[in-house]
């Protein structure tokens, strides 16, 4: 079997599990919804000052887009551990190809939420896109950091007591950085311009995260 | 060894004392508020080396897996977070002088807080890991994956947003914008804070091996 059909099963086996059973995907969604429904009840489009209105949407929806992803990211090494596979999948499938199966369907699964979510600020909020090949671009690169250090930490936390705070504890130092540089970047990409700085920040976030997980993914999954 | 221990003692008192009464107030400052630079800065640069420390000790301990890397990965974690503290601390004196409000969201100042949730993170997960023979490679982990990290949240987040901040000493320029008594007074603080922090590890990680090895003791 090749790398990336490896991944690629990894990554079906853990689709496949969620859409089963549903409640932790219906949940993530759910949330997502009421975080938006709450945000557009509240404030609505015409109570933000028009000069604040790009810097308070962007910050807005990253609220949303990360708080709906932290309740579905972490399950990724959490659910092996609660349905006893986890030993299974360490016999037969290295840890590097595993966090990448994970990572990739944390990605699919951000890219979801964000799918369902920018629609929802598009109408709610009224929301004004300039330039959206630019948003798509932060969605992908900052979805991508997120992924990967959330996989991560989610093997970290797998066997530890209280995981669900714990978590969030320890993955708020690390994903901030991504968060801030992600809305200073959703900020210009409203405006119109191509946020060349915070996205080459956030490749640059990506490529030291992914790496630093592949070189740590064995020591993290170790039994 | 010993011997730099006891000289430590009165080269900061010498240090403290230099930096009330030696340099000149900064241009561009509020009284004396610049003062603060001999002792907010050093505390920022012990909190720094106490993240490097961990790192490259957690690193020693993935490798040889011998216990003792771990006892000064995680004291390293426990000073770098007290010294984390008094830097926000110290910051906020500053803050207070020259803004007129103790926190501003700066993102200098906010990247520092996190670097402390970073330190508080890190031993509260070592607390969750409740078998000893886990702790240290989870936590080692944690503190390399953090350690990659870390350079995003101190250096480049706070330089992509605007900030308060006065320019740091690493500047674009490239230049020490200081006149001789303050660089050398400065210098002079950033070599005791290093020292003291050092002093302060080793007395901390010794008596986590004694601990260990009670435990051990106690479970033979």
């Known amino acids: 079997m090749s790398v990336l059909t490896r991944v690629w099963a990894v990554c079906a086996k853990d689709a496949t599990q969620e859409l089963r059973r549903r409640v932790a995907i219906v949940a993530v969604f759910f949330f997502a919804a009421t975080a938006l429904t709450l945000v557009s009840f509240a404030i609505g489009p015409f109570r933000l000052p028009a000069d604040d209105r790009p810097a308070l949407q962007a910050a807005l929806l990253w609220i949303i887009l990360f708080f709906a992803a932290a309740t579905g990211l972490p399950r990724a090494f959490v659910a092996e551990e609660e349905a006893g596979t986890a030993l299974a999948l360490r016999k037969t499938v290295p840890a590097t190809l595993v966090l990448a199966g994970k990572s990739l369907f944390n990605l699919v699964l951000f890219l979801a939420i964000a799918a369902v979510t920018i629609p929802g600020f598009l109408v709610l909020?009224?929301?004004?896109?300039?330039?959206?090949?630019?948003?798509?671009?932060?969605?992908?690169?900052?979805?991508?950091?997120?992924a990967v250090v959330s996989t991560f930490l989610s093997a970290l936390v797998a066997r530890a007591g209280q995981r669900n705070v714990l978590f969030v504890l320890i993955a708020f130092p690390l994903v901030l950085p991504l968060l801030l540089t992600a809305i200073a970047a959703t900020i210009e990409a409203t405006g119109g311009a191509f946020p060349t700085t915070p996205l080459r920040v956030l490749v640059a976030y990506d490529g030291a995260a992914t790496g630093a997980a592949y070189m740590l993914a064995e020591v993290a999954w170790e039994d | 060894m010993k011997v730099l221990k006891l000289l430590l003692l009165p080269y900061m008192g010498a240090v403290i004392a230099a930096a009330f009464l030696w340099p000149e107030p900064a241009?561009?400052?509020?009284?004396?508020?610049?003062?603060?630079?001999?002792?907010?800065?050093?505390?920022?640069?012990?909190?720094t080396l106490a993240f490097l420390v961990a790192a490259v000790y957690s690193a020693g301990y993935l490798w040889k897996r011998n216990p003792w890397f771990d006892d000064v990965a995680a004291a390293a974690v426990r000073i770098g977070l007290l010294y984390g503290i008094l830097t926000l601390i110290t910051g906020s004196l500053f803050a207070n002088i020259m803004w007129g409000s103790w926190w501003n969201w700066d993102p200098r100042e906010s990247s520092y807080l996190l670097l402390v949730f970073l330190y508080a993170a890190y031993l509260f997960l070592r607390s969750a890991v409740e078998?000893?023979?886990?702790?240290?490679?989870?936590?080692a982990a944690y503190a390399l994956f953090a350690a990659v990290l870390m350079p995003f949240?101190?250096?480049?987040?706070?330089?992509?947003?605007?900030?308060?901040?006065p320019q740091t000493v690493i500047n674009p320029q490239g230049k020490i914008l200081m006149d001789t008594p303050t660089r050398a007074v400065f210098f002079g603080a950033m070599a005791g804070f290093s020292g003291l922090f050092l002093w302060m590890l080793s007395i901390d990680a010794r008596a986590a091996r004694l601990r260990r090895t009670a435990r051990n003791l106690h479970r033979d």
């Open chain 1, 125 to 146: 909020l009224d929301w004004k896109i300039g330039n959206a090949a630019a948003i798509a671009a932060t969605m992908l690169a900052g979805g991508y950091g997120l």
């Open chain 2, 27 to 47: 241009k561009g400052f509020i009284g004396e508020s610049s003062r603060i630079v001999f002792f907010h800065v050093p505390c920022a640069w012990a909190s």
């Open chain 2, 131 to 139: 078998d000893p023979e886990r702790r240290p490679r989870i936590a």
């Open chain 2, 153 to 165: 949240l101190v250096f480049v987040a706070p330089r992509v947003t605007a900030s308060l901040h």
